[in-house]
């Protein structure tokens, strides 16, 4: 199998690229901001903790938003 290259990509899927990144990139700053400016007691578990999970992927930040916070 073939390795992709960036000029091989359509400028649509360029796009759609650069765009999953951005999502991702706002969804992590989001996440960070909000662990940083919230009081220990309001978020289940550590706060170190939700700081590391969310560098770890997409997912990282939207498990905080779900299930970090307390309501």
């Known amino acids: 199998m073939r390795k992709v290259q960036w000029s091989d990509l359509t400028a649509t899927q360029r796009r759609g690229l650069v765009l999953a990144g951005i999502v991702q990139l ?33 997912v990282g930040p939207l498990a905080y938003f779900l299930f970090g916070r307390k309501r």
């Open 26 to 58: 706002a969804l992590l700053g989001a996440a960070l901001f909000d662990i940083r400016r919230r009081p220990a007691d309001q978020i289940k578990g550590s706060k170190l903790l939700w700081t590391g999970l969310s560098f770890v992927n997409f």
